[in-house]
């Protein structure tokens, strides 16, 4: 038993659901977003994974700079654009392309004093009020960004929904209404999906797409699970049982006591904690997976470990795998059971836990 708690990351499932996502985008071109290392699955293994996504799409500047010194040559987006000279001129340095969506990166802009012509995505903020030009700010926006010297290479445009995953027909329509107006006949690439909106069915593809979470085996939808949407799990958080006690009826396991064992429980103690990224709210009767069977966590999550009540399984020994979430326990429903989404679990998992690629 030489590891305890990894992620194991399975890159043959990487590169089918990048497959799949382009059955349902077809022609659109696709941007794979690797921000937040990847939703903690490992930025450069995946980006090496998913070498036949057309672009990488990125948060900050240093994760595409992660990015090329691994030897990526793609196209790499930073999607909150740069916020300084020095960030531009990085993003020059390494071929970025940049979205725009504040007046004063176009100001940083202007204020370039390389050669580098940039790919500048230009993001209109469609109803979301995060981040972009509203529609009555574009046009300005627009002039000023073709105004400048050097010309960008290219110009392209881009929004984001804000409900896409609960299938808001209407907010989503609304959205795509102001971006179509806002683009009018301006002729360049489009792009408005993430994962719920290509896989929502309603064709909105553009010229690219923008998934993340899809890329990752997940469901966005609450109504649909990963394999219906003919998606793969990538992670599977594995552990493994560092003992196993007996525990008296009546007595308590953990924390503040919060569980009392109903009867004479068998409880094993699984090495992995809120350290490693579980959340520490995950409530008792959360399953986890030992031999492939499901057993509830009782009581209270510690920092490295947590308890299991195993009563009801075959015997349980030390060392045995212990599936937190992966095959057979999706992570989406561990997301419910805390009360959270999969996406913040996944970025959850702490540095600390080695990822093991398969
Ligand atoms: C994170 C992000 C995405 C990917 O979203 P998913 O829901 O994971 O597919 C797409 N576009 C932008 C602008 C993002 O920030």
Redesign the pocket.
Known sequence: MNRLIRAVIDTRALRSNLAAVRARAPGAQVMA?V?ANA?GHGLVPTALALADADAF?V?RLEEGLALRASGVTKAIVL?EGVFSSEQLMEAARHGFDI?VHDPMQIDLLEAFSGQHRFVVWLKIDTGMNR?GFRPADFPIALARVRALIPAPLEIRV?T?LAR??DRDEAGNREQIARFNAAVGTLDCATSIA?????LSGAGIHADWV??????YGVS?FADQTARDLGLQPVMALESRVLTVRHVPKGETVGYGGVWRAPKDSSIAIVAAGYGDGLPRNLPSDTPVLIGGKRAPVAGRVSMDMIAVDVSGLPPVRVGDPVTLWGEGLPVEEIARHAGTIP?ELLCGVSQRVPLELR
Do not use: C, E, M, Q
């Open positions: 977003v921000k939703y799409a948060a999607l979205v981040l881009l984001h896409a995953d993430n994962s719920a909106g290509v923008r998934p993340g979470l899809a890329l966005p996406y």
